[in-house]
T-cell receptor
Framework: NAGVMQNPRHLVRRRGQEARLRCSPM?????VYWYRQLPEEGLKFMVY????????ESGMPKERFSAEFPKEGPSILRIQQVVRGDSAAYFC?????????FGPGTRLTVT | GQNIDQPTEMTATEGAIVQINCTYQ??????LFWYQQHAGEAPTFLSY????GLEEKGRFSSFLSRSKGYSYLLLKELQMKDSASYLC???????????FGAGTTVTVRA
């Protein structure tokens, strides 16, 4: 059973460009969570999705950030018009119910 | 919301024991998790406590006291590979999301 997969592992964007981060949950998991980890800081919850539904997006900035988990395909976290402050590691986790299993993360660098 | 505190850094000697404390304040409680995270890697699940008491899993044990809002992770027979950040996370009763502490960086020295 493959683990949570994320791609790309590293992403470099210039200020103003768009970043698209993908997450494929573990097989059989229907819950997906996105977290952001800034350097030297803890993981911060961004959004919780189930298939075709956003359940909780209370941790996601209101502007420029959006997330989806379509019926088919991976979950996508989209950041429009990136700024330097968006540079961070973005982790996706999936869960059957209780514990969450994390993917390897996407390290976004905005230049 | 959640307020989760854990020490920033700890250092211990190979073969020794280290205890990482975590205190939390929450409006509701539905479980406490410990994760290990090596630099540049994903957090990996270590343990889960929802009832008071000690959960033992090999060299790692985790304890919970809900009345005190307190947990600890005990690492025994430390090995060099245990050098990592250890994250305490709490799940609220009405939520599925995890609220994480800032993590405790453990350095194991020979």
């Amino acid at each position: 059973n493959a683990g949570v997969m994320q791609n790309p592992r590293h992403l470099v964007r210039r200020r103003g460009q768009e970043a698209r981060l993908r997450c494929s949950p573990m097989k059989g998991h229907s819950h997906v969570y996105w977290y952001r980890q800034l350097p030297e800081e803890g993981l911060k919850f961004m959004v919780y999705l189930q298939k075709e539904n956003i359940i909780d997006e209370s941790g996601m900035p209101k502007e420029r950030f959006s997330a989806e988990f379509p019926k088919e395909g991976p979950s996508i976290l989209r950041i429009q018009q990136v700024v330097r402050g968006d540079s961070a590691a973005y982790f996706c986790a999936s869960s059957p119910e209780r514990e969450q299993y994390f993917g390897p993360g996407t390290r976004l660098t905005v230049t | 919301g959640q307020n989760i505190d854990q020490p920033t850094e700890m250092t211990a000697t190979e073969g020794a024991i280290v205890q990482i404390n975590c205190t939390y304040q929450t409006s509701g409680f539905n479980g406490l998790f410990w994760y290990q995270q090596h630099a540049g890697e994903a957090p990996t699940f270590l343990s889960y406590n929802v009832l008071d008491g000690l959960e033992e899993k090999g060299r790692f044990s985790s304890f919970l006291s809900r009345s005190k809002g307190y947990s600890y992770l005990l690492l025994k027979e430390l090995q060099m590979k245990d050098s990592a950040s250890y994250l305490c996370a709490v799940r609220d009763y009405n939520d599925y999301k995890l609220s994480f502490g800032a993590g405790t960086t453990v350095t194991v020295r020979a």
